[in-house]
């Protein structure tokens, strides 16, 4: 990260914990602060944070969503969650959404990788590469949306979350991150669910989501998507008020708060079958000689695993080829 990315992530957390104490309180908003840096800490070791560290999340969560919800009070109240939706074009429906701003051919290799193994495993379904040059040929938002956008207030992470939300509220179907490796054709049988979402009740780690939903991977058949719509609405709202993000899991808050305030939502969400329980567990290993047997155990329940571009991994360790290694010759 370079000074000028420190200093503006700086800024916005100063700014966040400003607004979250004048909402909340002073104690709350500091605890959130340091819970930040906690999760900061816990997505670099991959480690389970002990008691302590435990307790200043649940916190930091608890204080999250007393502050969205006091900000939404007006639009919590007004919202009306059985609005009818415009139909969307057919052939576009029930398929495969990935984003890649730079286009496929400017990725790393490990995320052709990842997007030639979904392909590999969806049958006759479609994928479809958004990026930079596309998105608006599928999705259409607010000019005030795309200035944003342009001047860096919403940054590109940001604006993917939007994207999604409007992709599945649109057509339905899948969302996947680019970095899912995919290993068996359990996908096709998400396509049918009412809402799909990775959901692992055992989480290892204290997430406002607490495993029963990740935002990176989310489904719905196409008589569903109003639940992703309602969540779309609620994220437009909050970037037509707000210039700066109050928390880098405000999606994954917005849902939680949603469900608390509709019985259907909720309900749909709940329903989700638990599913890909190993889903973090091919990362810890990339870097490793690759095992066989740990592989066959790892892919016996789980058919997509959740990688990162981000980390440099050896091809080969001790004279023996890592699992990153045949990931990328094609024989994992």
């Known amino acids: 990260m370079n000074l000028k990315r420190i200093i503006k992530r700086s800024i916005e957390e100063l700014d966040a914990t400003i607004k979250i104490a ?23 070791n991959g480690l389970k944070e002990p008691p302590s ?13 007393e502050y969205i919800e006091k900000m939404f009070a007006d639009f919590l109240k007004e919202y009306d969650y059985e609005q009818s939706l415009p139909d969307s074009d057919p052939k576009l429906r029930d398929r495969i959404w990935i984003c890649w701003w730079q286009g496929v051919d400017n990725s790393p290799e ?8 979904i392909g590999k495993n969806i049958g006759d379904y479609q994928i479809t590469i958004i990026t930079e040059d596309n998105y608006k040929n ?14 860096g207030i919403i940054s590109q992470t940001h604006y993917s979350d939007l994207l999604r939300l409007e992709l599945l509220a649109k057509y339905g179907g899948i969302w996947l991150d680019s970095t899912f490796y995919c290993v068996k054709p359990d996908i096709e049988q998400y396509f049918s669910k009412p809402l799909w979402s990775i959901k692992r009740p055992n ?15 989310l489904g719905c058949t196409y008589d569903n998507r109003n639940v992703y719509a309602v969540v779309r609405d609620f994220l437009v709202k909050y970037w037509e008020d707000n210039d700066t993000i109050i928390d880098y899991l405000l999606t994954d808050y917005l849902i939680v708060l949603i469900q608390r305030h509709n019985t259907k939502i909720a309900k749909i969400f ?7 329980p190993c889903c973090d567990e091919l990362f810890k290993i990339l870097g490793q000689p690759y095992d066989n047997n740990i592989w066959n155990e790892l892919k016996k329940d789980t058919a997509l695993f959740k990688l990162t571009w981000k980390h440099e991994f050896p091809k080969k360790k001790d004279g023996y080829e890592t699992f990153y290694g045949k990931l990328l010759d094609g024989t994992l």
């Open 22 to 44: 004048k909402v909340t309180s002073i104690a709350g908003a500091i605890n959130t602060f340091l819970a930040k840096v906690d999760i900061q800490v816990m997505n670099r």
């Open 203 to 217: 989480y290892l780690h204290c997430s406002v989501a607490c495993g029963y939903f990740a935002n990176y991977s």
């Open 110 to 117: 490990i995320i052709k990788r990842c997007i030639e193994s």
């Open 53 to 65: 560290v435990k307790k200043r999340l649940i916190k930091k969560h608890e204080v999250m969503l």
């Open 270 to 276: 709940e329903d989700i079958i638990p599913n890909n």
């Open 138 to 151: 599928y999705v259409q938002f607010p000019e005030w949306v795309e200035e944003k956008k342009k001047k």
